[in-house]
């Protein structure tokens, strides 16, 4: 089946550091959402990208998907205290309502 | 704030209970899903509802039940379940196409003795 694996597993930052997780997919996706989980907290959508290479961004979020369309990346610049949890990334494909979710990465920020 | 609400918010039981998860929303969304989620794992699809009829079920042991009595309720029935259960039981809506975001809500916690 489907397979969406994430790294890292985890990543501790100082508070102003850059930080990347990366998202690759066993099958081509139709699409590809960001969710981000707070600690105790349930998954938040954060967006969407479609097309092949697109890139969007979010204040210091900046997300990019591939050109095959199976990998995606979410960059965080200068990272603070409120972007600690865990990202997740979650791809459609064939079957429109079925999302599988990434592995994700948690992230730890600290002063 | 959570637009997806889910009752209760905790729940221990022992394995021979039979207890009820509820989910309401009213964003007037037609797709709506229980997912099971362990520790420092991500969420995995239980059931998928669209337009109030089941449209999936990933292979979930019979001992969980879904419900959808109408377009804004989600229940998940369970029934003699065993203690690898306990778990984050997330409901979600969407509109039933797959550019849509989903909307959880806060979670089940589940603990079965």
């Known amino acids: 089946g489907q397979q969406v694996m994430q790294i890292p597993q985890y990543q501790h930052v100082q508070e102003g550091e850059d930080f990347t997780t990366y998202c690759n997919s066993s099958?081509?996706?139709?699409?590809i959402q960001w969710y981000k989980q707070r600690p105790g907290g349930h998954p938040v959508f954060l967006i969407q990208?479609?097309?092949?290479?697109e890139v969007k961004k979010q204040k210091r979020l900046t997300f990019q998907f591939g050109e095959a369309k199976k990998n995606s990346s979410l960059h965080i610049t200068a990272t603070q205290t409120t972007d600690v949890g865990t990202y997740f990334c979650?791809?459609?494909?064939?079957?429109?309502?079925?999302?599988?979710f990434g592995t994700g990465t948690r992230l730890q920020v600290t002063l | 704030d959570t637009e997806v609400t889910q009752t209760p918010k905790h729940l221990v039981m022992g394995m021979t209970n039979k207890k009820s998860l509820k989910c309401e929303q009213h964003?007037?969304?037609?797709?709506m899903y229980w997912y099971k989620q362990k520790a420092k794992k991500p969420p995995e699809l239980m059931f998928v509802?669209?337009?109030?009829?089941?449209?999936i079920n990933e292979s979930v042991p019979s001992r969980f039940s879904p419900e959808c009595p109408n377009s804004s309720l989600l229940n998940l029935h369970l029934h003699a379940l065993q203690p690898e259960d306990s778990a984050l039981y997330l409901c979600?809506?969407?509109?039933?196409?797959?550019?849509?975001?989903?909307?959880f809500g806060d979670g089940t916690r589940l603990s079965i003795l």
């Open positions: 979650a791809g459609h494909t064939g079957t429109a309502s079925k999302l599988t």
């Open positions: 990208l479609v097309k092949s290479g």
């Open positions: 964003m007037g969304h037609r797709a």
């Open positions: 509802y669209s337009y109030e009829k089941l449209s």
């Open positions: 099958t081509t996706l139709s699409n």
């Open positions: 979600a809506s969407s509109q039933p196409l797959s550019d849509q975001p989903q909307h």
